[in-house]
């Protein structure tokens, strides 16, 4: 396979799951369900977790901004 088109494919299967809900969700979290579930199958089963760890240098669930803190489950008004 030549290496621009596994760039591609990885650019493209790193956007799913860029814009996968429960990645999303574990991304902002950082713990719950959501959370639990992408640390359980980011490097095993999910083609897409994969990809994202090799575009972006970084699992799945961990947070865009490094210096983001765990979202409260009690927020402030």
């Known amino acids: 396979m030549p290496v621009s088109l596994k760039t591609r494919i ?8 860029l814009h996968c809900p429960v990645c999303k969700q ?12 992408v640390t359980k199958i980011e ?6 977790c994969r990809a994202y760890e090799r575009i972006h240098g970084r699992k799945a ?3 865009v901004d490094p210096s983001a803190k765990p979202a409260s489950k009690n927020p402030t008004l």
């Open 10 to 17: 990885d650019v493209m299967l790193a956007k799913v799951c």
């Open 43 to 48: 490097r095993g089963a999910c083609p897409f």
């Open 61 to 63: 669930h961990e947070p």
């Open 26 to 37: 574990a991304r902002r979290q950082q713990c719950g369900t959501a959370f639990w579930f």
